[in-house]
């Protein structure tokens, strides 16, 4: 009779979890790079054993070095920023733009409350109206928004001019990239329109949409349309490049298969264009988001329409004593917003298709 060693039974059962902890590792790593928190990576596989040194190595490159960065540049900014007056007094450093980001955090609290306060007697007069038999009324808050409010707009109009371009932009570049007269044709107007600014296009826009709509009171007001339309027009190219390309460069032979199964030309598109040029495609919608936002700010602030763009405007009028660093909070939230977007846009291009872009 074959015994087994215990101690040999008991080292492969640790193999087989170090085995097994590993892989779920490789598997969390995809949604660690989708997420920004690649350094979570060598965290955890130093942490379960793997080569501890050049786990380290992967840290101080990932984690440490980055940290150090920021350090470096929060105390760069610290020690310069009181030696330049402007005539709002010296610029603010990180301690002055924190107050202000904390004191946004508390105003927007203290809006919230009122909005709800000013529901609630809204609603005390329509049970009064109801209960003596009259119409109830229907009153519209009037209040300033709050910093979320503004940040919140912006993200809805932005995601509006960007699914506009989308739906622009997709159509037009498969048919570039299907027919070389298409493409012949669109060239010459990407090349022209694609490099033109948001504050050319604006006056254009508010002059056709007032036109269109002469009066308020439509689904979305003037302000945000404006806004969007000038971010669609300024952000549907790299979409519409990059959707072109991809389509072009599908493998001449799943060309040639398509013929042979003479599949007509909506199968063809669904079937074989799509998938194919999926990675360039995705590719083109981060471009184009990150676009989109950039531009954003510039047409709110001409267009008016409630977001961030038109807070940094006011802030700039306003001329107080915290209105720079109110400017600098903004700064900040569009910087974060505008990597969390690109980071939603990598997930979805991590689910749909193979491309390894970050």
């Given at each position: 009779?074959?015994?087994?060693?215990?101690?040999?039974?008991?080292?492969?059962?640790?193999?087989?979890?170090?085995?097994?902890?590993?892989?779920?590792?490789?598997?969390?790593?995809?949604?660690?790079?989708?997420?920004?928190?690649?350094?979570?990576?060598?965290?955890?596989?130093?942490?379960?054993?793997?080569?501890?040194?050049?786990?380290?190595?992967?840290?101080?490159?990932?984690?440490?070095?980055?940290?150090?960065?920021?350090?470096?540049?929060?105390?760069?900014?610290?020690?310069?920023?009181?030696?330049?007056?402007?005539?709002?007094?010296?610029?603010?450093?990180?301690?002055?733009?924190?107050?202000?980001?904390?004191n946004l955090h508390e105003d927007a609290h203290a809006k919230a409350e009122k909005?709800?306060?000013?529901?609630?007697?809204?609603?005390?007069?329509?049970?009064?109206?109801?209960?003596?038999?009259?119409?109830?009324?229907?009153?519209?808050?009037?209040?300033?928004?709050?910093?979320?409010?503004?940040?919140?707009?912006?993200?809805?109009?932005?995601?509006?001019?960007?699914?506009?371009?989308?739906?622009?932009?997709?159509?037009?570049?498969?048919?570039?990239?299907?027919?070389?007269?298409?493409?012949?044709?669109?060239?010459?107007?990407?090349?022209?329109?694609?490099?033109?600014?948001?504050?050319?296009?604006?006056?254009?826009?508010?002059?056709?949409?007032?036109?269109?709509?002469?009066?308020?009171?439509?689904?979305?007001?003037?302000?945000?349309?404006?806004?969007?339309?000038?971010?669609?027009?300024?952000?549907?190219?790299?979409?519409?490049?990059?959707?072109?390309?991809?389509?072009?460069?599908?493998?001449?032979?799943?060309?040639?298969?398509?013929?042979?199964?003479?599949?007509?030309?909506?199968?063809?598109i669904t079937k074989l264009v799509l998938?194919?040029?999926?990675?360039?495609?995705?590719?083109?919608?981060?471009?184009?988001?990150?676009?989109?936002?950039?531009?954003?700010?510039?047409?709110?602030?001409?267009?008016?329409?409630?977001?961030?763009?038109?807070?940094?405007?006011?802030?700039?009028?306003?001329?107080?004593?915290?209105?720079?660093?109110?400017?600098?909070?903004?700064?900040?939230?569009?910087?974060?917003?505008?990597?969390?977007?690109?980071?939603?846009?990598?997930?979805?291009?991590?689910?749909?298709?193979?491309?390894?872009?970050?």
């Amino acid at each position: 009779m074959t015994t087994v060693d215990p101690d040999f039974a008991n080292a492969e059962a640790r193999e087989a979890r170090r085995a097994r902890v590993f892989t779920r590792i490789n598997a969390a790593d995809k949604w660690f790079q989708v997420l920004g928190l690649s350094w979570m990576t060598p965290v955890l596989k130093a942490v379960a054993g793997d080569n501890p040194q050049a786990q380290a190595k992967e840290i101080w490159r990932l984690l440490a070095v980055p940290l150090l960065a920021i350090c470096a540049f929060l105390l760069l900014w610290g020690s310069l920023a009181p030696k330049v007056e402007t005539s709002l007094g010296a610029v603010p450093g990180p301690a002055q733009v924190w107050t202000e980001a904390v004191n946004l955090h508390e105003d927007a609290h203290a809006k919230a409350e009122k909005r709800v306060a000013f529901q609630a007697k809204v609603d005390q007069l329509n049970e009064r109206l109801i209960a003596n038999g009259r119409e109830p009324k229907e009153r519209a808050y009037t209040g300033a928004p709050s910093y979320y409010e503004q940040i919140w707009t912006s993200i809805q109009t932005v995601f509006f001019g960007f699914l506009l371009a989308t739906v622009v932009a997709v159509p037009l570049g498969i048919l570039a990239g299907l027919s070389p007269t298409a493409n012949a044709g669109l060239n010459p107007l990407i090349q022209i329109f694609k490099p033109v600014s948001p504050l050319a296009w604006l006056p254009i826009v508010t002059m056709i949409v007032s036109a269109l709509a002469a009066t308020e009171g439509g689904l979305f007001a003037k302000s945000f349309i404006i806004s969007a339309v000038t971010v669609t027009l300024c952000s549907l190219w790299p979409t519409l490049i990059n959707t072109a390309l991809g389509v072009a460069s599908i493998d001449k032979d799943l060309v040639n298969v398509s013929k042979v199964l003479k599949m007509n030309t909506w199968t063809k598109i669904t079937k074989l264009v799509l998938p194919s040029a999926l990675p360039l495609i995705f590719t083109g919608l981060r471009l184009s988001l990150g676009v989109g936002w950039m531009v954003l700010i510039a047409a709110e602030m001409l267009a008016q329409n409630p977001g961030l763009g038109k807070f940094v405007w006011d802030e700039f009028q306003n001329g107080s004593s915290s209105s720079l660093a109110k400017i600098m909070v903004a700064v900040f939230t569009i910087g974060i917003i505008g990597f969390l977007l690109d980071r939603v846009m990598y997930a979805l291009q991590s689910l749909f298709t193979f491309s390894n872009n970050r």
